[in-house]
């Protein structure tokens, strides 16, 4: 396959991981040209979005290395796909279109095909720390994608690893896991303005652990 396929559809979910990524959802009609996509495994990728005849951004993009990358979703297609944004601004602005009801369009143009990645050795396990469980789970919540947590550090145009980055700095911690205690968490955030949602986010998973 060499020439750009699109479809209409919804950016159902997204992670701002490292690297982000999108899962697409297409209109029932689209189901035949989404299932295609997975022929495009193992080749570069370039993601156009639109939105409203628009075009919002350009990603460089690749379908992840996971066994499954094209799925069903009720009637629909399920595409899950890595994204390397180069402009943070346009691609954020792309996630904030995906909040209307408003079907956008993804045009996928293929590239070269991806060299093989070498297998890694397997890491050595990490030492226990005093609340590395906590972060963990915090992680797995979402913590540092929330809005109000970005708004309070000034990390609204920031990947993931960059938010966190700027969480240690606030608390002038080298580790969140061996420095930064739930109760120091606490105490910070109720210093924030309409913090008690994140607040009881945080009470949850100590009451967990």
Known sequence: MSEPVAFRGSLHHWTLGEPPRLELICVPTDNAIAQTISLLK?????????????????????????????GKCGKATKVKLDVYPTDMHAFLGAIRSAESDIPMRFEFAPGETLPAKEKREPKPPKEPTPYGAFWR????????????????????????????????EVFRAKSRATDISPQTLREWLARMPGSDSAITMIEKIVRSL
């Not at 080749?43 to 499954?68: G, H, N, Q, V």
């Not at 990390?155 to 690893?161: C, K, N, V, Y």
């Open 42 to 70: 193992g080749r570069a990728l370039a993601l156009t979005i639109f939105f409203k005849d628009e075009r919002i951004c350009t990603l460089p993009a690749a379908l992840p290395p996971i066994s499954t990358v094209v």
């Open 137 to 168: 789970e915090l992680d797995k919540m979402g913590f540092h994608n929330r809005h109000d947590v970005r708004g309070w550090l000034g990390a609204h145009d920031l990947m993931e690893a960059q938010a966190k980055e700027r969480l240690r």
